[in-house]
Nanobody, 112 residues
Framework: QVQLVESGGGLVQPGGSLRLSCVVPRSAFHGVTVKWYRQAPGKEREFVASIDWMGVGPFYADSVKDRFDITRENAKDLVYLQMNRLKPEDSSVYFC?????WGQGTQVTVSS
């Protein structure tokens, strides 16, 4: 079964940056829109950002707009989430999603 694999999470101070990566095999997901979600303890999973195959018109949740940037490099089977000016409320497990396939998640903690 094809899997998505996230990486790049960690501990960062408020105002800092992190870049998450997700391996999205194009052999299985050619032409597919990829999305990032996040889930904090005790909360529902929420949409963060999405990008289509051509990288046109990415969409963002209002809470991350102008701070996060989603990009992809199809030739490398990679989708990125660049997160800037991080806030404590951005602390969550971040998941990437393609169709009905999810990664295992990567933890992001924003704390001083």
């Amino acid at each position: 079964q094809v899997q998505l694999v996230e990486s790049g999470g960690g501990l960062v101070q408020p105002g800092g940056s992190l870049r998450l990566s997700c391996v999205v095999p194009r052999s299985a997901f050619h032409g597919v829109t990829v999305k990032w979600y996040r889930q904090a303890p005790g909360k529902e999973r929420e949409f963060v950002a999405s990008i289509d195959w051509m990288g046109v018109g990415p969409f963002y949740a209002d809470s991350v707009k102008d701070r996060f940037d989603i990009t992809r490099e199809n030739a490398k089977d990679l989708v990125y989430l660049q997160m800037n000016r991080l806030k404590p409320e951005d602390s969550s497990v971040y998941f990437c999603n393609a169709l009905r396939t999810w990664g295992q998640g990567t933890q992001v903690t924003v704390s001083s």
